[in-house]
């Protein structure tokens, strides 16, 4: 080792001296050798490493440990390659394809051959993990050039991995070596196996290679890892609650939406009780924009092919995008529209605009399509078509800061309406060492970028950056939302956008009189309603807040003979904007109020004789039990305090 040294900073400021060459790990063993224990990976100058590395030059550096994001990342990638070297063993001569880790563990793409595999197999390979974890094996990161991986993988015969390389550079190219193990890998790993403690492999699925259909199927294995044994157990206890929520069992059993293969993959089909919910949520942000200074607007669901061509969508997504729709006469062709955008670009380009009228807020329920491969469906949350609550700002360029924190405000007060209590704003910029990715100027940019970051600062909100993580045409500040399992969801984003309003070539005039280029923000609170509704249903177990609940009331009748009372009790409610039913079934009232509890019904109004003739009815809360009895007059107050309360109401 040199007798140089080099300064480590670390993220309290402070300044050590190191031997060059010394690594993540001598610094936290410096410091603790408890804290050493813990250390999976590090962060070098923003870059996530190998704790193990040396470090030859001057460095700010982060220790990670579980509790980082990094460092969990790390620990399921490892655990991938761990799984990696169970299966080469049980199963000899698997091949690999990628193996990453992802927000809740990791999985990875093997191919088995002629061999027999199925899910039944999983607690063999779990052992067997478990076993080569306790050997405490390192992970050894070797620099290797392309014809020595190229020789390597061929004499293996493993085309997927030749084919990885086929797209890297020499001097680029890493192998990670673990017991008897080794693999094409970027890193980075944790220091040995033996931090891997608990070991659960979840589930088994087909993926095709590269994505591509047209590519071999290979088994996607799923798995998750701890460090601690109750860490695993309490994973599985959210995974069983997680499935008592899952949004596509509950959207059965509450009549709330469904699919069908006549009508399409990815294409939901709104049923009545879905519609009425999604009807107030609709109701619920017109009611807010239209406070908020926002015009209505309504476009079409097809476009010109030249339309995206110009924003700039085409040449993005037209891979994925629906084939084109071609018309009778010669050369003209629509797409499906799969952004609100360009048409609202369109819509403030309609007439001559002036400073004095912006900004201008247009605001869109635009039903958008996109193609999704069918094995990326999932219910709700990754459909073919779905619904944006859409919205474009054109402002002038010193109103953007003041138009994101109005934005913010409409998302944190959608947040506040529905219960989404624990949530962090993501800023994501732009990657500057991929700038080709991204339309416009790097002035443009750093405007956007800064009027987000600002308006973030001053609203306080909890922020986390991302670079690489912007649209193409702009940044964002994306929402990202903890349900009641802890589950991370992004819901809302707001974008600030220079560059449409360039390539739509938008104008208005100047307090000088001289024509200017607008500003645009896009913003969609919830996002799509499909995937917010997805979201809720599974953050509230399908029991939604009073005012959303499309049933809110039940009338159940004790017997036949309180049915008129029941009736008319319904119509009464009905003119009062409270929706529900009357539970007309010969049934005995402990069955109706049980059906009732199970479809969620917030509230359970009992009539029989006494009711009927003290116009009164017995109420119940769903899940809590008895209220009480009220009068009518009483219970449609209690009902809208009630119901005020679960809007957020102060």
Known sequence: MSNETIKITLPD??????????????????????????????????????????ITADASLKLLTWKDEDGRATFWHSSAHLMAEALQILYPGTKFGIGPSIEAGYYYDVDFGDQEFDAAHLEKIEQKMLELARQKNTYNRSEVSKADAIEYFTEKDDEYKLDLIDGLEDGSITFYQQGEFTDLCRGPHIPHTGFIKAIKLLNVAGAYWRGDENNKQLTRIYGITFPKQKELTAHMHMLEEAKKRDHRKLGKELELFTFSEK??????LWLPKGAKLRERLETFMRKAQVRAGYDPVVTPHIGHKNLYVTSGHYEKY????????????EGEEFLLKPMN???????????????????????????VYRYEQSGELHGLTRVRGFTQDDAHIFCMPEQVKEEF??????????????????????????????????IGTDEAWEKAESAIIEAAAEKELSTVTELGEAAFY???????????????????????????????????TGSDNQKHRPVMIHRAPFGS??????????????????????????????????ADYAQELYKVLESEDITGFVDHRDEKIGRKIRDAEVKKIPIML??????????QVAVRRHGEGDVGSLSIDDFIRYFNDEKNKSLGAK
Request: glycine letters at 8%; one cysteine or more.
């Open 263 to 268: 009508v399409g993959m990815g294409l939901p």
């Open 405 to 438: 924190i109005k934005v913010i405000d409409l998302v944190l007060y959608v947040f506040e309406s529905l219960g989404f209590e624990d949530f962090t704003a993501q800023i994501s910029l732009r990657d500057p060492e991929n700038k080709q990715k991204y």
């Open 474 to 508: 702009g940044p964002k500040l994306d929402f990202m939302v903890k349900d009641a399992l802890g589950r991370k969801w992004q819901l809302g984003t707001i974008q600030v956008d220079y560059n449409l309003p360039e390539r739509f070539e938008l104008e208005y």
């Open 13 to 54: 400021g402070t300044v050590k001296e190191f031997a060059q060459g010394s690594s993540a790990m001598d610094v936290a063993m410096s410091i603790s050798e408890g804290l050493a224990r813990n250390v999976l990976a590090a962060e070098v100058n923003g870059e996530v490493w190998d704790a193990t590395r040396a």
């Open 318 to 329: 037209g891979e994925d995008s629906f084939q084109g729709i071609k018309t009778p006469h």
């Open 529 to 562: 309603l499909e995937r917010f509704v997805a979201v809720l249903i599974e953050h509230c177990g399908g029991d939604f807040p009073l005012w959303l609940t499309p049933d809110q009331v039940a009338i159940l009748p004790i017997s036949e003979k309180y």
């Open 341 to 367: 955008c360009p048409h609202h670009c369109e819509i403030f380009s309609s007439k001559p605009r002036s400073y004095k009228e912006l900004p201008v807020r247009l605001a869109e329920f635009g039903t």
């Open 606 to 615: 009992i009539v029989g004789e006494k009711e009927q003739e003290s116009r």
